[in-house]
C-alpha cells in the first residue's frame, strides 16, 4: 500500500468516526442534527427550479436513500483528498475539517425548529476527527505520534507539527528511500480498524437510541375518539376482482415527501396555530383536538408527480374533524384566498381558503383505516382534503394553518415550478391484464379503476385497438371522493392489441386525450396496455 493510499484511507477512517459521533449525540439532539441528513435536507430543499427532472425526482421517495448514500460517497472522497493533503499539510487538513464543521453546523441550525443544540452532532464529530486523522497519519507514513520516525524510519520533516513527508520520494528531497517499518503497519491498519469499528458503534448506538425518541410508543398509545359522523356503508360491489383493493392498505399506500428522516411529533407537545390574517388567533392542543366531533370518510388522496397509469395513489378511511368549523373560528378576513398549512419539519402546502370551507369534507386527519396516522403519513395530525393533490392540501405533521393570500406567499412546490393551484384531473387505469400480458382467446376480465375526486366518476369507456369507444360496468362507490372500480369483458382474438380506457367526470367533461407530463399540475393522456393473444 503507497503511502498516499495509507493517507487517503487515514481520511476516510477519521470522516467516518467523525459521522458516528455525529450520529450518535444526534440521538440526544434530533435526527435531523445529524450533519449527514441536514446537508441532505438543504440539498433537496435547493435543488434549482430549472433542474425539473431532479425536482420530479426526489419528489419521489426512492430518492431519498440515494442521496444520502451519495452524499456519504463524496464525504468519503472528500476525506480521503483531505487524508492524502494533511500528510504533507496538516493545517489544510485542519481546514478542512473546520470546513465540513461549518457545512454541517449551518445545515442543521438552520433546519426548521433547530435549537442551537442542532450544532453539537457536527462540532463533535469534527472535534474528533482533528485527532483521529493526526493518529492515523503518523501511523501511515511511519512515526509516532509527536512526529518523529519509527525505529526503521529514515528522518523525514515536520513542518509544524504535519506528518512528515516519505523521505526520499516526496518533492524529490532525497534519494533515500524509506522502508515503511512493519511496526508502523501494524499500528497503522490497527487504528484503522478500530476507527472502522468505534465509527459503526457509533453511529449504531446513535441510530438504536435515536429510535427509542420515535414516537412509535406514543402512536401505540393512541386511542382514537368514535366518529359522530361514522363513514357511508361501503357495498361489497364497490370491489371488483382484478382491480386494487378498494381501499388501500396503510402499509401498501404511497408515501411521497421532502423528508430525509420522519418527523417524529409527540402528541402531548403537539399543537395547530390557526393565524395570519385572522381576526381570532388559535391554538389547539391534542387533548383539545379529540374533543372535537369527528368524521369518518373515505376519500382517495393522489400525488401530482403521479404518471398515467401510476400508482401514487391510494383510498383509505380517514378520521377527523372538519377543518371549516376550526378556519370559521379563526375567522379569516375576506382577503385571505390561501390557507398556508405548515409541517414540524417546515414544508410547506397552500390551499385555498374557499376550498376548506365549502362543506367538503375536508379533514384535519388523525386516523388512517382504523388505527392512528401511522408516523410516515403525517402523525399525530395531517390534513386531508378531497379533490386537491397532495402537495397543495396534504399537510402531514401538521403544526400551523396560516391565513395570507396567493399573491403574499408562495408554498413549498410554487417556486420549483409546480403550479399554485391543483385540482385532481380525471384519471382512469387499467390493473388488469397488466401492459405485456399474454393472454388465450376468448372471453378476457379487464379492470381497473377511476377517479374524479370531488366531481365524481360518471362513466368509463374501453377501446381496443382503434375501435369503438365501449362503456364498461361501473362498480358502486360511496362519494365522489372516492375512486370508482370498473370492469369489462373483452372477447379477445389472437394477435398483439392495445387497451385504452378513459373515464367522464359527473360534470360530463371527458378524460382528454392530450398528453402532458406531471410538472407543472399534473399528468393527462389515455392509459394503455398492450396484451398478446394466442
Ligand atoms: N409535511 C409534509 N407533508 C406532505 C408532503 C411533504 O413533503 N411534507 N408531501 C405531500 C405530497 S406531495 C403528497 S402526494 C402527500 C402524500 O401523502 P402520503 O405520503 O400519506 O401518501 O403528502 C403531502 N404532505
Ligand atoms: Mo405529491
Not at 190 to 218: F, M, N, Q
Not at 350 to 355: F, L, N, R
Not at 431 to 458: E, L, M, N, Y
Not at 475 to 489: G, L
Request: charged share 15%; proline share 7%; aromatic share 6%.
Amino acid at each position: 500500500m503507497k503511502a498516499t493510499v495509507r493517507s487517503g484511507l487515514a481520511g476516510v477512517a477519521a470522516a467516518a468516526v467523525a459521522l458516528g459521533a455525529a450520529e450518535s449525540v444526534a440521538a440526544g439532539t434530533g435526527a435531523d442534527s445529524s450533519p449527514l441528513v441536514a446537508v441532505g435536507a438543504v440539498v433537496v430543499d435547493h435543488v434549482p427550479a430549472s433542474v425539473k427532472d431532479f425536482g420530479i425526482a426526489v419528489f419521489g421517495v426512492h430518492d431519498k436513500t440515494a442521496l444520502l448514500v451519495g452524499t456519504a460517497i463524496l464525504l468519503a472522497c472528500y476525506a480521503y483528498g483531505l487524508g492524502v493533503v494533511g500528510r504533507r499539510r496538516w493545517p489544510w487538513a485542519v481546514a478542512g475539517i473546520g470546513l465540513f464543521a461549518v457545512a454541517g453546523v449551518v445545515a442543521a441550525v438552520t433546519r426548521p425548529g433547530a435549537g442551537a443544540t442542532a450544532a453539537l452532532p457536527a462540532l463533535i464529530g469534527a472535534g474528533l476527527a482533528v485527532p483521529v486523522l493526526r493518529y492515523l497519519l503518523a501511523a501511515a507514513d511511519g512515526r509516532s505520534e509527536s512526529g518523529h520516525r519509527g525505529a526503521a524510519a529514515a528522518g523525514g520533516t515536520d513542518r509544524g507539527g504535519a506528518p512528515a513527508a516519505e523521505a526520499g520520494r516526496d518533492e524529490g528531497a532525497g534519494t533515500a528511500v524509506h522502508a515503511y517499518p512493519r511496526e508502523s503497519r501494524r499500528r497503522f491498519l490497527k487504528g484503522l480498524g478500530i476507527a472502522g469499528v468505534a465509527a459503526l458503534a457509533a453511529g449504531g448506538a446513535g441510530r438504536l437510541i435515536g429510535s427509542r425518541r420515535a414516537v412509535t410508543s406514543a402512536r401505540q398509545s393512541v386511542v382514537l375518539p368514535v366518529a359522530a359522523e361514522p363513514a357511508p356503508v361501503v357495498p361489497a360491489a364497490a370491489q371488483v376482482s382484478g382491480a386494487v383493493p378498494w381501499v388501500t392498505p396503510n402499509r401498501e399506500f404511497y408515501r411521497i415527501d421532502t423528508a430525509l428522516v420522519t418527523p417524529q411529533v409527540d402528541p402531548s407537545s403537539w399543537t395547530l396555530r390557526i393565524h395570519g390574517m385572522v381576526r381570532n388567533p388559535i391554538t389547539i392542543t391534542w387533548a383539545e383536538l379529540l374533543q372535537r366531533p369527528m368524521v369518518e370518510r373515505h376519500v382517495t388522496i393522489a400525488c401530482v408527480s403521479n404518471e398515467v397509469g401510476g400508482d401514487l395513489i391510494g383510498n383509505a378511511l380517514w378520521l377527523g374533524t372538519p377543518i371549516k368549523a376550526l378556519i370559521d373560528e379563526a375567522d379569516p378576513l375576506p382577503e385571505a384566498d390561501q390557507a398556508v398549512q405548515r409541517s414540524a419539519d417546515g414544508w410547506t402546502c397552500g390551499t385555498p381558503t374557499a376550498v376548506l370551507r365549502d362543506g367538503r369534507d375536508a379533514l384535519l386527519a388523525i386516523g388512517m383505516n382504523g388505527e392512528a396516522l401511522p408516523v410516515p403519513h403525517g402523525f399525530p395530525v395531517r390534513m386531508i382534503v378531497p379533490g386537491l393533490y397532495g402537495y397543495v392540501s396534504a399537510c402531514k405533521w401538521i403544526t400551523e394553518i396560516e391565513l395570507t393570500r396567493f399573491a403574499d406567499f408562495d408554498a413549498y412546490w410554487v417556486p420549483r415550478g409546480w403550479s399554485a393551484q391543483g385540482p385532481i384531473k380525471t384519471q382512469s387505469r387499467i390493473d388488469s391484464p397488466r401492459d405485456g400480458a399474454s393472454k388465450p382467446a376468448g372471453a378476457v376480465t379487464v379492470a381497473g379503476v377511476a377517479w374524479a375526486q370531488h366531481r365524481g366518476v360518471a362513466k368509463v369507456e374501453l377501446q381496443v385497438d382503434e375501435g369503438d369507444w365501449e362503456t364498461v360496468t361501473l362498480a358502486p362507490t360511496v362519494s365522489a371522493d372516492t375512486w370508482r372500480q370498473w370492469t369489462h369483458t373483452w372477447q379477445a382474438t389472437p394477435g398483439t392489441h392495445t387497451l385504452r380506457v378513459r373515464a367522464t367526470d359527473l360534470d360530463g367533461a371527458v378524460q382528454t386525450a392530450d398528453t402532458a407530463p406531471p410538472a407543472p399540475d399534473g399528468a393527462t393522456g389515455w392509459h394503455q396496455v398492450n396484451i398478446d393473444v394466442e
